[in-house]
């Protein structure tokens, strides 16, 4: 089973607060692309900002969201304009000092 943690997080500008963000996954996102990946290795809210700020610097990339399992395999969302380039986002997350799997199936 996957661990949540709460990191305490907030999203910049407009973003509610009411907890239901399943009703508002419906709006036009300036993000045309989602892609998935996974990643492991990550253990904590260190982690996950170190994966969040590589794959930040990336060029087209508007956002980054990641389901973390801790010391497992963590779930990495990166949302952009246009696809990245998969070494691209490789790269990135070796930078950080961690592993990507494979694809998603």
Do not use: F, K, Q
């Amino acid at each position: 089973m996957t661990e949540r943690i709460d990191l305490g997080l907030t999203a910049a500008g407009g973003a509610c607060a009411c907890g239901d963000h399943a009703a508002h996954d419906t709006a036009a996102s300036p993000s045309a692309v989602s892609e998935e990946v996974l990643v492991s290795g990550m253990t904590c809210s260190h982690c996950v900002a170190s994966v969040t700020e590589e794959l930040s610097e990336i060029a087209g990339v508007d956002a980054v969201t990641v389901d973390l399992n801790a010391g497992g395999v963590s779930r990495v969302t990166i949302h952009s304009g246009e696809p990245i380039d998969a070494a691209t986002i490789t790269a990135a997350i070796e930078e950080a000092g961690y592993a990507r799997e494979d694809a998603l199936s």
